[in-house]
């Protein structure tokens, strides 16, 4: 298994247009996360998925942003309008059931110009 | 606001052991402690957790004070590779993980 995978590494948009990332967990992991990250600071929660069931979702995460899990499998996180506030590294994770720690892809950077 | 808090910056020669402190006086009862790191331009990675008990692993030892309002991490013998972000997190579960700016530990030669 080569762990969390995350596309595209890197995205640059302009203000307005729609973006949506990519996320594949590792395999047999039924949970998982979107973070945010800006420079500077730690991740931010965002989102949370057990199998295809969104079960929980930050109050940053605001009506422009919408993420899916079909199948319990890949997941996909959508910005609509970008703005420039939506720069960051976008982060997925992932854990097993009965795990606690979550492991980390490498992320998604996003430049809105 | 997170509910830890770390020094910005550290230094450690290498092959020393890395103290990693951090504070959590606000920690509930059934809230864990939680270690990760991030190296430059890479996703987290995570190193160790615990309860009230101190914990080891292949990469890390977490002592946590009998009262739990602190705690600290240590790696062995540090290498240059250890240079890295390291985060400090509590919380009851897994997914309600409140991140801070954790601190930069800086692993010198």
Redesign the interface.
Known sequence: DTG?SQDPRHKITKRGQNVTFRCDPISEHN?L?WYRQTL??????LT?FQNEAQ??KSRLLSDRFSAERPKGSFSTLEIQRTEQGDSAMY?C?S?PWTG????????TRLTVT | D?KTTQPPSMDCAEGRAANLPCNHSTISGNE?V?W?RQIHS?????II?GLKNNETNEMASLIITEDRKSSTLILPHATLRDTAVY?C?VGGS?????????TKLIIKP
């Open positions: 969390v949970r996360y500077g600071q730690g991740p931010e929660f949370y079960l929980e982060l994770a854990s606690d720690e979550q492991y980390f892809g490498p992320g | 997170a864990y939680y990760y890479q996703g987290p990675q995570y957790h985060y997190i897994n997914y309600q993980l409140i991140w801070g700016a954790g």
